[in-house]
């Protein structure tokens, strides 16, 4: 059976949706400071819709081509990819969120390629209300412990934020998010962490703590 053809304007429609998808979730992704943002999110679903468009036309071309097997080297390939959003700190994994992002992402890019709209915005849709939505249904839900953010401002010393995770630990205070910013100026870093402290803490202990450090200038807890 001979498939048909993909008007260019159909190409167009299929990659400018595939961009919209993409900016959906990078954007949250951005947001929340992230490795893997705004641009990756929206190269990695664009680049996914146009593979899956040429494998669809060498096929309808006659060169003996499977549509299917781009598609599959895409889904194993973008793995690589997800890997580098996968960071260590200490003890601590960040980034298996951002991570799987980036494989459904791929996945909605070759569902907007083959012009299936509908699964691929039903499955950005059900993406982005997971990491926004359950994000903060787990604030109320979990009991005992409470969401705040730290704030720590210290000098550009090797090793300074680990030292400063350690003590975090030591305080039973399980690290959500971590960003880290260098003010270059100042030759300082700034580490900004979403944690969970739980009720009990004694916050005058951890402040001391911290401060503690050597090369720490400033802590903060809002």
Request: proline content about 2%; aromatic content about 8%.
């Amino acid at each position: 059976m001979d498939l048909p053809i993909i008007e260019w304007y159909e190409m167009l429609l299929r990659l400018g949706f595939a961009t919209a998808m993409g900016f959906v979730i990078g954007f949250e992704r951005e947001r929340h400071n992230q490795p893997a943002g705004l641009r990756t999110h929206i190269i990695v679903c664009v680049g996914s819709a146009l593979m899956m468009i040429v494998s669809y036309d060498l096929g309808r071309l006659g060169h003996n081509t499977d549509p299917t097997r781009i598609a599959a080297q895409v889904v194993s390939g973008i793995g690589f990819l997800g890997a580098g959003a996968i960071l260590r700190f200490g003890t601590s994994i960040r980034g298996l969120t951002t991570a799987a992002c980036l494989w459904t992402i791929a996945g909605v890019g070759l569902a907007a390629g083959a012009g299936l709209y509908l699964p691929a915005a039903a499955a950005t849709l059900i993406v982005f209300f997971t990491i926004t939505l359950f994000d903060k249904l787990e604030k109320i839900i979990v009991t005992g412990k409470y969401i705040k953010r730290v704030i720590v401002v210290a000098k550009d010393k090797t090793g300074i934020i680990g030292r400063v995770e350690d003590v975090l630990q030591k305080f039973n205070i399980e690290i959500k998010q971590i960003g880290i910013n260098m003010i270059l100026v100042d030759n300082k870093v700034q580490v900004s962490a979403v944690v969970k402290i739980p009720d009990n803490i004694n916050m005058d202990a951890l402040d001391k703590a911290v401060s503690a450090i050597d090369g720490v200038e400033q802590f903060e807890v809002d």
